[in-house]
Each structure stands twice: as structure tokens, then as C-alpha cells.
């Protein structure tokens, strides 16, 4: 039985322990705060002094990775950077926590730090990775890093069921310049979820050109094919805009004679964009399709096409 000093000396040392986790708490619920109105300097003071206070706080931010709290998160992301490396090293570990969505947090966090020690952790994670949102995550900051042995992983999560993280992959895709990832970034232009779909068109304009070379082998096999599906054609005119001259203008060409107006107009708005089309597209097939063009959108766009591409002497 302990004797009544030794309890007081005890309850002693624990006192100081007990009054520092209770002030990094209330700094934490501080922290996590609406940065609007007054909060923002008590925010900031409070996840300043979280970093300050080092250890203690980290250990505590550590059980808080798990959250689904926007604000929270918002915290986590600026003290675990300001924490460092040592914020670094104390996440590694937790690249494989038991919560999925505290792994996804984790890969997150670690994107955002931007710190390329945590590739080996974030692939091996991603290889067996079964949540669909844990894994677009851990593989972000892989792709940003173009850390090529993540992209058969990326291809597979290119495919996941959950269409948020579907959606994430053809951003990710388009760091990478093989044809594999332009192969695939032209195959989810027909995702059967919109915005998927959507996020591959905003993905091939901004890829790699030879990405965009494949785009232009997919439109050219479409348009050969009686049974095309006129809703890709327009999303690979879209992506024609920003490709090559030689490569896109004979296929606006023929989109210009397209059965359908949409293709039409799509064909000159793209034409309209196109860097140093070839010459006589614009004196002939832009011409001919404008004197002989009866529907209302797409005759706009021919002749918007037309003026535009006249004011940059590219027509008479």
C-alpha cells in the first residue's frame, strides 16, 4: 500500500500532465474553428502554438486522424507542416492505420507537405490498398512526384467502383507520358458517369501531346465507324482544339461535314482554336460548310470560326 506522501507526490507530478492535455484539447477545438469573422487570429495563434508545443501536441493530433471533419482537417494539414519533419516521420508509420479513412487522411496530409520520403510507404499502401478513396489519395502525391512504378496501381484505380474517386484518376493519369495512361484517359471519355467522363476531356487538353495524339487516333477510328458514338466525337473534338494542326485538321475537316449539327458546330468552335490550322481548311472546308449550313447553333459557330480566324488573317 502506497503511504499518503508517496499518493501526493504522485498526484503532484500527474497535475502538470493532466493540465497540458487539457490546454492542447482547448487548443485543438480552437484550431478547428471557422476561419471567418474574428476566428481567423485565434486560429492561427492556436495551431501556432500547437506547433510550438511539439510532442504533446503531435501525440494528440495522431488519435485525431481518423476524422471526417472539413475543419478539422484543415488543422491536421497545418500543424503536422509545421511540425515538419518530424510531422513526417511521425505519419509514416500511419500510412497504414486500420481506419481507411484515416489512411486516406494520412495520404492526404502527406500530399500536401509535398515530401517525396513517404513514396516507398504511399506505393507499397497503394498496392493493396481496398478502399477506393484511400487509394486515389495515396496515389496523388505519387503521380505528382511521377513516381512510375504507382501507374499500374493508378490504372486499376482508374477503374474503381466509387465514381469521387474514378473521377480523381484521369488528373492523376495525365502526369504520366506513356501510352498505357493516354490509352486509358481516352477510354474514360466514355464513362458512363458525367462528370468521370468530364474530368478526362479537362485531363487530355492540358496532357502530354502525345496523349492528345491518341485522342486524335480514337476520333479519326470514330469517325470511319458508321456506328460511332457521336457523344465521344464531341468530347475528342474538344481535346482536338489543343492538338496538333497536322493531326487534328483533316479530322475537323470531315467533322465539319458531320449528319450531326452538334459535331458541326463542335468541329468549328475547335477549328476556331486550333494553332496554325491548315489554310486551305479554312479558305475551302470552313467556307463550304458555312454557305451550306442550315442549322442555327452550328452556323453560329461556323461563323464566329470564321471571324475570329478572319481577324487573325487565317481567312480572306
Keep these: 500500500m502506497l503511504c499518503r506522501p508517496t499518493i501526493l507526490v504522485l ?6 500532465l493532466t493540465a497540458q492535455d487539457a490546454d492542447i484539447k482547448a487548443l485543438w477545438q480552437t484550431g478547428c474553428l471557422w476561419e471567418v469573422g474574428d476566428n481567423p487570429p485565434r486560429v492561427a ?33 497545418a500543424v503536422f507542416a509545421g511540425w515538419k519533419d518530424k510531422g513526417v516521420d511521425a505519419l509514416l508509420p500511419q500510412v497504414g492505420h486500420a481506419a481507411w479513412q484515416a489512411r486516406r487522411n494520412v495520404a492526404e496530409i502527406l500530399a500536401r507537405i509535398n515530401d517525396s520520403r513517404a513514396t516507398d510507404a504511399l506505393l507499397r499502401q497503394a498496392n493493396v490498398e481496398e478502399n477506393d ?7 496523388t502525391p505519387l503521380a505528382k512526384w511521377s513516381i512510375t512504378e504507382a501507374l499500374p496501381a493508378l490504372l486499376t484505380a482508374s477503374r474503381a467502383k466509387n465514381d469521387r474517386a474514378r473521377g480523381r484518376a484521369p488528373a492523376l493519369l495525365a502526369s504520366y507520358h506513356g501510352e498505357s495512361a493516354a490509352n486509358r484517359l481516352v477510354e474514360m471519355l466514355q464513362d458512363p458517369t458525367y462528370h468521370v467522363a468530364g474530368a478526362a476531356q479537362a485531363s487530355l487538353v492540358t496532357a502530354h501531346y502525345s496523349a492528345r495524339t491518341a485522342a486524335m487516333a480514337r476520333l479519326k477510328v470514330e469517325l470511319d465507324d ?37 459535331v458541326r458546330a463542335d468541329a468549328a468552335r ?4 486550333l494553332k496554325a490550322p ?25 461563323q464566329r470560326a ?3 480566324m478572319a481577324a487573325n488573317g487565317k481567312s480572306e
Excluded: Y
Design 270 to 273: 475547335s477549328l476556331a482554336a
Design 11 to 16: 498526484l503532484l507530478l500527474a497535475a502538470p
Design 306 to 308: 470564321w471571324d475570329k
Design 133 to 139: 478513396l484511400a487509394r486515389i489519395a495515396q496515389l
Design 45 to 77: 495563434a492556436a495551431r501556432k502554438r500547437l506547433i510550438e508545443l511539439g510532442e504533446p501536441a503531435l501525440r494528440h493530433a495522431l488519435t485525431r486522424l481518423d476524422t471526417t471533419n472539413g475543419l478539422e482537417m484543415r488543422c491536421l494539414n
Design 226 to 262: 458508321a456506328e460511332q458514338d457521336t457523344r465521344l466525337v464531341r468530347r475528342l473534338l474538344a481535346v482536338a482544339s489543343t492538338s496538333r494542326a497536322d493531326e487534328a485538321s483533316p479530322l475537323l475537316s470531315r467533322a465539319l461535314r458531320h449528319d450531326d449539327a452538334g
Design 278 to 302: 491548315h489554310a486551305d481548311l479554312v479558305d475551302e472546308d470552313l467556307r463550304r460548310a458555312l454557305n451550306t449550313e442550315s442549322d442555327p447553333f452550328a452556323r453560329v459557330e461556323m
